[in-house]
């Protein structure tokens, strides 16, 4: 795989919760289920995102807005595919749709211990604005980090 193999972002809808689970689950040691899945794409403002390469699904991307706030609930690139630049195709797409549905300011937490994800967040601009010590199952530090998104 390369970074020049075609790229398609799709926008997924409520019928979509278990390729986005099997996505997850090859991206993430603990994996979400279908049924969380299903309970975000019922919920207004969720963007659900799925990325294909070359015809393959290889990536996720899920986010909420509220009102003028949003979250990543979730990015993920499946490990063959790494490093070819879907991660930041993805962000940049799921940012998209959130600014134009109202968000002026993007949020997101990441492990203090998850290396690649927090360069993405530097590299885009995230800035850090709290800790949350023992966040996650494994122990490790969440970072929560805030992007300004500006006017439309
Ligand atoms: C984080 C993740 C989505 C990045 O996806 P990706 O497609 O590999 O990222 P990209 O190729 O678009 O990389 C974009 C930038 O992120 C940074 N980055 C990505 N992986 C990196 C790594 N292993 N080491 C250091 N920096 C890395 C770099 O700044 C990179 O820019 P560059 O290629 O110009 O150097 C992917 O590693 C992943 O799915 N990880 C497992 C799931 C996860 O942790 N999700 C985030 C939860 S908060």
């Given at each position: 795989m390369t970074r020049d193999a075609p790229?398609?972002?799709?926008?997924?809808?409520?019928?979509?919760?278990?390729?986005?689970?099997?996505?997850?689950?090859?991206?993430?040691?603990?994996?979400?289920?279908?049924?969380?899945?299903?309970?975000?794409?019922?919920?207004?403002?969720?963007?659900?995102?799925?990325?294909?390469?070359?015809?393959e699904p290889a990536g996720l991307a899920v986010g909420r807005v509220v009102l003028d706030e949003a979250e990543v609930l979730t990015i993920g690139v499946v490990p063959a595919a790494r490093r070819h630049?879907?991660?930041?195709?993805?962000?940049?797409?799921?940012?998209?749709?959130?600014?134009?549905?109202?968000?002026?300011?993007?949020?997101?937490?990441v492990s203090e211990i998850n290396r690649p994800a927090s360069a993405l967040y530097h590299d885009l601009g995230f800035v850090v604005t709290g800790r949350r010590r023992g966040y996650y199952a494994d122990g490790s530090t969440a970072i929560t980090m805030m992007r300004l998104l500006g006017p439309a």
């Open positions: 790229v398609a972002i799709h926008d997924l809808g409520p019928a979509a919760a278990g390729l986005l689970a099997e996505l997850h689950a090859l991206c993430f040691d603990r994996p979400w289920a279908e049924s969380d899945f299903t309970a975000l794409l019922a919920s207004p403002g969720t963007v659900a995102l799925v990325a294909e390469r070359s015809g630049g879907l991660g930041r195709v993805l962000m940049a797409a799921l940012t998209a749709r959130l600014h134009a549905a109202g968000a002026r300011q993007l949020h997101l937490e």
